[in-house]
């Protein structure tokens, strides 16, 4: 019987004895989420720009880990599986939004209900809240592309990885839409050597 | 640009937060760590950006492992179909209809559907100074703004609808076809809110649980050509559902 001290000892490993497939504790669970909640929901909130959808989201990703926890142990940075699962749940969540016949408004903090208030999260949202309307009508790939190329500030090879994409195509998409976004925005062209 | 080899360089800040917020939950190699804290020692965006992880730890949400394991469970599956099929099979060899729960409503094309969950809730509330209170009843006009809060004992997903004097449906929660995760056997607030627009009422708002957006909205649909928002009513009584009814100023 395999000592289950920690979670965190067994990232990567191949063990063949039967540990990975044992169910995952509440007391995992707790370390996981005391370790890695708070930067999801930071992350989750500033892409969603709602608090109640940040949790919402957060708890969806620590089931995802449950329903999925061999593969999960077995991965070698389980905040980079993490924040994959959230962001296309948090896209998810943006493109249902809008189909919402345009009756759900997206107020943001202002309006959370219940008392709820939310101090305003750093710097990333201003760059997203341009950039999400733009998204509007992109496939999954390209949203979760845009968002971690110019949200999260990743490299084409990052991005590359985190979206199962290749980086040539990574490129492409981020040409695409940078060409599309500054049209829209009413901005020159840019060139190839500004968008990489 | 510095050497952070294993380290992800990104374009525009020099790291990519997504490397920023594994430093902070020491999810980096040892030797990947100790390289990107040297390269972000004189970088105050990286600095603020920690910083701001740091104070995020107060406003994650609590620890809820039930919570959680909840949204694990298997989800149930939907009783419209085989309740569809048993109404169907009632129908032909008893030529009975009306009296099984579920069954094809005579009077409307209305999809036989019956939501799980006993005595699920729909109560809407009213943005008024910025905040939500329970709405009053009172009739409501363009620009009002409303929150929606579900309760149901047992179900795990809610779809929430509306359709409005002019017929037009709208769909808030489930628009993707499967009903949207909920908590149950507790008061869940739907997040974000809605901006009644001018159409004439009144308007049905409608929560069923643990079904289908699809038949939910052809049910709407036929039950309100069949008699209006009366007949989305009945309608929603009839399957399971919960329904409020807003009157337009």
Redesign the interface.
């Known amino acids: 019987m395999v000592a289950r001290s920690t979670p965190f000892l067994v990232w990567g490993a191949r063990v063949s004895n039967g540990w990975r497939k044992l169910p995952m504790t509440?007391a995992e669970?707790?370390d996981l989420?005391?370790?890695?909640?708070?930067?999801l929901?930071?992350?989750c909130?500033a892409i969603l720009r709602?608090?109640?959808?940040a949790?919402?989201a957060?708890?969806?990703t620590?089931?995802r880990v449950?329903?999925n926890h061999e593969a999960f142990r077995a991965e070698a940075?389980?905040?980079?599986w993490m924040?994959r699962i959230s962001t296309n749940h948090c896209l998810?969540v943006l493109?249902?939004?809008g189909?919402?016949?345009g009756?759900?408004?997206?107020?943001g903090p202002?309006?959370?209900?219940?008392?709820a208030t939310?101090?305003q999260?750093?710097?990333?949202l201003l760059d997203w809240r341009t950039i999400a309307p733009l998204l509007e009508d992109a496939d999954d790939q390209t949203r979760a592309t845009v968002l971690?190329?110019?949200?999260?500030?990743?490299?084409?090879?990052?991005t590359a990885r985190?979206v199962g994409l290749s980086v040539p195509t990574v490129r492409k998409r981020v040409r695409t839409f940078v060409e599309r976004a500054r049209k829209a925005l009413g901005l020159t062209a840019p060139s190839l050597e500004e968008v990489? | 640009m510095n050497d952070t080899s294993g380290v992800t360089p990104t374009i525009g800040p020099s790291w990519s937060r997504i490397d920023l917020c594994r430093l902070a939950t020491n999810d980096l190699p040892p030797d990947d760590a100790a390289r990107l804290r040297a390269a972000i020692a004189d970088d105050p965006a990286a600095a603020a950006f920690l910083d701001g992880l740091e104070r995020a730890r107060a406003a994650a949400p609590p620890f809820d492992a039930a919570a959680i394991r909840g949204r694990v469970a298997p989800k149930r599956r939907s009783t419209w179909a085989p309740l569809l099929m048993l109404a169907a099979a009632a129908a032909l060899t008893a030529g009975l209809s009306s009296a099984l729960v579920g069954a094809a409503d005579p009077t409307t094309d209305a999809p036989s559907i019956r939501a799980r969950g006993a005595t699920p809730g729909l109560t809407l509330s009213r943005a008024v100074d910025g905040r939500l209170v329970p709405w009053d009843g009172a009739p409501l006009g363009e620009g009002d703004v409303l929150g929606a809060t579900v309760f149901a004992p047992e179900a795990a997903g809610v779809v929430l609808m509306s359709i409005d004097g002019d017929g037009a449906v709208s769909i808030y929660f489930g628009a993707s076809g499967d009903p949207e995760p909920i908590t149950a056997g507790e008061p869940v607030h739907l997040p974000g809110t809605i901006v009644l627009d001018g159409a004439p009422g009144p308007e049905v708002f409608v929560a069923v649980f643990d079904v289908p957006a699809d038949p939910v909205h052809r049910g709407i649909k036929a039950a309100w050509r069949e008699g209006g928002a009366p007949a989305v009513v009945r309608w929603a009584e009839r399957v399971g559902a919960s329904s409020v009814v807003v009157e337009r100023r």
């Not at chain 1, 940075?77 to 980079?80: D, E, G, Q």
């Not at chain 1, 999260?152 to 990052?158: L, P």
Request: aromatic share 8%; charged share 35%; proline share 4%.
């Open positions: 509440d669970l707790g989420y005391a370790r890695y909640a708070h930067v929901h930071h992350r909130r709602n608090d109640e959808d949790r919402d957060v708890h969806e620590f089931a449950l329903r940075s389980p905040l980079t924040i998810n493109r249902d939004r189909l919402r016949a009756k759900l408004d997206r107020h202002e309006i959370l209900g219940y008392d939310v101090p999260p750093d710097g990333v971690y190329t110019f949200v999260d500030g990743c490299s084409r090879e990052q985190l990489g």
